[in-house]
């Protein structure tokens, strides 16, 4: 018989081996202000965020990146996505309305608050356009957005042009000045798929919503297992085998962010709630079977029992886990750019989590077990000694 628990201390070994790399990269994040660990997308920092596509097939990220160093955007980032598609993203940059001609549905860039109260302020000359009213100049009087009101359903270009594919690009604003350096320089926008702002209270509230759900999901799985198997030390276990998921998937996106730019998104604190409820629920079969054999092997050492019950749950765990991850990576070949990160997070975090349930949650639960006969017994020596001097 394999003894799995015998060997504990290999596995524990392993564990520090994958998961202190990753903690350090974590550790230099804030250290080195993202320049070393995690690199957080718009999503987290704020930022606009523009995908598009140029009429020339020959455009390369590293003439993007030239135009946007022209423009004070150097610490912009440019990705290849997909068929001939870069993805932009840049510090926030404002994004001016888009007014576009009424027959052509294309999609429209949000009002900001500021042309929402100058669109309102237009009054009858406004409201005589529903497109014009949407997305109305800005201006610092009543009587200015309502000349831009009254000229957008005439003037559908004011703002912006669009492409032969029928997408409104702007030509005021920051953005329009980087729109026109692009096309000065690298020939036409041929079509654009994303035009996006992020600000900084939309950003901070996204890392807040993220933090509390992934401290919430890890006290009520401390809580119902220590209920659910009365007692405290399964709960814990539990937990420390999460923490141990956690520590793996950050710390891998931690140093594919340093060598290879790879960013942290919103889709990302998924992938870590999907990953914490993954690893629990092998955790629990294991220890539910462990108290199965308690109540059966009665008087067996403790350590044996985990070590059968470890056995008798392996099979069934590998299965499950081989399943899931033959998904996922027909998933990360085949499912294209906008989740590959996310399909690798899923990867790494099951992986992560079908070990730490069979080699990390149980060999802590025995490890705890003997601490703790251990210390009784050296309580209960000198105690002992002076009953029998007595």
């Not at 957080?40 to 030239?66: C, H």
Request: proline share 5%; aromatic share 8%; glycine share 8%.
């Amino acid at each position: 018989m394999v003894d799995v628990i015998g060997r504990r201390r290999w596995f524990y070994a392993f564990s520090l081996l994958i998961t202190i790399p990753g903690l350090l990269f974590i550790l230099l994040t804030p250290l080195t202000n993202s320049a070393l660990g995690l690199k957080f997308s718009i999503d987290y920092t704020g930022g606009t965020e523009w995908e598009l596509r140029f009429a020339n097939p020959n455009v390369t990220a590293a003439q993007i990146k030239a135009v946007l160093a022209t423009q004070d955007l150097a610490d912009s980032t440019v990705n290849p996505t997909s068929n001939g598609f870069f993805d932009v993203r840049t510090k926030p940059i404002g994004l001016p309305p888009v007014i576009l001609a009424s027959a052509t549905p294309v999609p429209t860039i949000p009002p900001s608050g500021a042309s929402a109260a100058a669109s309102g302020s237009a009054g009858a000359a406004a409201s005589a356009s529903a497109a014009a009213s949407a997305s109305a100049a800005s201006s610092p009087s009543a009587s200015a957005s309502a000349s831009a009101g009254a000229s957008a359903a005439a003037a559908p270009s004011a703002s912006s042009t669009t492409t032969a594919s029928g997408t409104a690009i702007p030509t005021t604003g920051k953005i329009g000045e980087l729109a026109a350096a692009f096309q000065k320089a690298l020939g036409p926008i041929a079509d654009q798929r994303t035009l996006t702002t992020v600000g900084p209270i939309v950003s901070a509230d996204l890392i807040q919503q993220a933090i509390i759900l992934i401290f919430a999901g890890s006290i009520g799985i401390l809580t119902w297992i220590t209920v659910r198997f009365h007692d405290v030390r399964f709960g814990v276990a539990a937990l420390v085998a999460l923490l141990h998921d956690v520590i793996v998937v950050v710390g891998s996106f931690a140093l594919l962010g340093t060598l290879f730019g790879v960013e942290i998104d919103a889709l990302f604190v998924t992938a870590m709630l999907t990953v914490i409820g993954f690893s629990v629920h092998d955790t629990i079969v294991v220890f539910d079977r462990i108290r199965e054999n308690r109540a059966r092997h009665v008087g067996e050492p403790f350590d044996r029992i985990v070590n059968h019950s470890v056995l008798q749950t392996f099979g069934r765990s590998i299965n499950t886990s081989f399943t899931v991850v033959l998904t996922l990576l027909a998933l990360l070949l085949f499912g294209g750019s906008a989740i590959r990160f996310f399909v690798l997070a899923l990867l790494i975090g099951i992986t992560s989590g079908t070990y730490s349930s069979v080699f990390n949650a149980s060999p802590i639960l025995v490890t705890w077990h003997e601490w703790d006969a251990a210390r009784k017994a050296r309580a209960a020596g000198p105690r002992g000694v002076r009953r029998a001097a007595s």
